[in-house]
């Protein structure tokens, strides 16, 4: 029952993780979208303005410079969107990796590390991405958007780069995404709802508002608006063992990145009135289909060529056997798996057939399974298992 009721948990938070997600980068899409659609008003300090039309209604939204004139009876904040997103994002990390370490997080090929320590090293690093992307924002480099974009960036491929010299490929990316995510939230918590409140504050108290604190919440938003892409895309990377189990998986995700502020650069320019700017476009395109180059290399292809017809289904069902079938079987015999992962069996050469272009992917090409080389398959025999697919996984 234990193992049943943290599969309901995880369910239930990945659900709520998605929800509040999408609520969040739902209304941040719609943010960004209105601030760059505003176009001038002549009216004394109003920045902008904008006409809607959505679901057979008329709107119509006015952007004030700094503050209206009087305190609006009632008034919208967006803040929950974030912060519940971040908490189930938080508490679902914690249930599969921080509990599964063992499986999900540590890989003795890459650091031997107790569980302790690498949790330990998995919150101290979030916390410490937090303070030092907010003093460089703070710093005099945060005063010019260029330079500021680039040692962020900079930073992240650095984290990239750590993180898959610490941990598992799979949390690594978790764990680049889960860095973003909360420097995302953090830049809502502690800079942009304050900010937001010390205006409004002053208006309360008859002050007229600093501009300032606008200022600053916009600069943090603007940041936000840029990694929503790459954060999307380090959430649903593990279903892509051909990114993070790549020899150098940070490199893919340093690239994938740049293509996801292309796409967002494009969508700003075309939304703040600067045209279809294709160019943009173009170059994410080029950089994705680079990456499907880089992707293409594979230092174990001669291994593979060598043993070319040369591996019987019986050779292949024999390293199955050994290093898979505690999980991937009917009854798993794994501590802690109760039914075939994914409705991964590998029992019959049936099966093993069915499931050859997954097993090539997850435990050939890349080497995401086992999961942590639990069972210890040896580089030999994935070059066996890769063999046998390559040559058609033939029944005999
Ligand atoms: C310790 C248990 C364990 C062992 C041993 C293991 N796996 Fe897995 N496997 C898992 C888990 C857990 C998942 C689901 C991962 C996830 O949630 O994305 C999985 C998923 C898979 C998938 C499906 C991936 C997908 O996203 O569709 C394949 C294919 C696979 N494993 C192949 C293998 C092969 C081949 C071996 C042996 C070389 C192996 N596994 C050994 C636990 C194991």
């Known amino acids: 029952?234990?193992?049943?009721?943290?599969?309901?948990?995880?369910?239930?938070?990945?659900?709520?993780?998605?929800?509040?997600?999408?609520?969040?980068?739902?209304?941040?899409?719609?943010?960004?979208?209105?601030?760059?659609?505003?176009?001038?008003?002549?009216?004394e300090g109003v920045l902008g303005e904008t006409w809607m039309l959505h679901g057979g209604g008329f709107y119509f939204t006015e952007k004030y410079s700094v503050a209206p004139p009087h305190m609006p009876a009632e008034l919208h904040w967006f803040k929950y969107e974030s912060y519940f997103t971040w908490l189930s994002g938080f508490f679902l990390m914690a249930v599969l990796y921080y509990l599964g370490a063992d499986l999900y997080m540590i890989d003795e090929k890459v650091m031997h590390l107790g569980r302790a320590e690498a949790i330990g090293f998995s919150l101290v690093s979030l916390a410490m991405g937090w303070i030092v992307y907010d003093l460089l924002c703070r710093s005099p480099l945060g005063k010019n958007t260029a330079v500021l974009a680039i040692c962020g960036f900079v930073l992240l491929v650095g984290a990239a780069y750590g993180y898959t010299h610490l941990f598992s490929a799979r949390a690594a990316y978790v764990h680049v995404g889960a860095l973003i995510g909360t420097i995302m939230t953090a830049n809502v918590f502690f800079v942009i709802i304050p900010n937001q409140r010390f205006t409004v504050d002053d208006m309360l108290?008859?002050?007229?508002?600093?501009?300032?604190?606008?200022?600053?919440?916009?600069?943090?938003?603007?940041?936000?608006?840029?990694?929503?892409?790459?954060?999307?895309?380090?959430?649903?990377?593990?279903?892509?063992?051909?990114?993070?189990?790549?020899?150098y998986g940070w490199g893919i995700l340093a690239g994938v990145f740049i293509v996801g502020f292309l796409v967002r650069h494009f969508f700003n320019l075309k939304n703040q009135g600067h045209g279809m700017q294709f160019r943009y476009l173009v170059a994410a395109f080029l950089v994705m289909t680079g990456l499907f180059f880089f992707s293409q290399w594979d230092p174990h292809k001669a291994a593979r060529a060598a043993l070319a017809g040369e591996v019987t289904v019986e050779d292949v069902q024999a390293i199955v056997a050994a290093r898979c079938v505690a999980c991937h079987a009917g009854k798993p015999t794994f501590d802690g798996i109760t039914e075939a992962p994914k409705g991964v069996?590998?029992?019959?050469?049936?099966?093993?057939?069915?499931?050859?272009?997954?097993?090539?992917?997850?435990a050939v090409r890349a080497e995401a399974m086992p999961p942590g080389n639990v069972t210890e398959i040896t580089p030999e025999e994935r070059a066996k298992l890769g063999a046998w697919i390559e040559g058609g996984a033939k029944l005999n």
């Open 205 to 247: 108290a008859g002050r007229t508002p600093d501009p300032i604190w606008g200022k600053q919440a916009k600069q943090r938003s603007l940041h936000n608006n840029y990694l929503t892409l790459p954060v999307l895309f380090a959430m649903i990377s593990n279903h892509y063992p051909v990114t993070y189990g790549h020899p």
């Open 1 to 43: 029952m234990g193992d049943l009721f943290w599969e309901w948990i995880n369910l239930v938070l990945r659900w709520m993780h998605l929800i509040f997600g999408i609520a969040w980068i739902g209304s941040s899409f719609f943010f960004v979208w209105l601030d760059n659609s505003l176009r001038s008003n002549n009216k």
């Open 345 to 362: 069996m590998l029992e019959t050469p049936q099966q093993m057939r069915r499931f050859a272009a997954s097993i090539n992917q997850q």
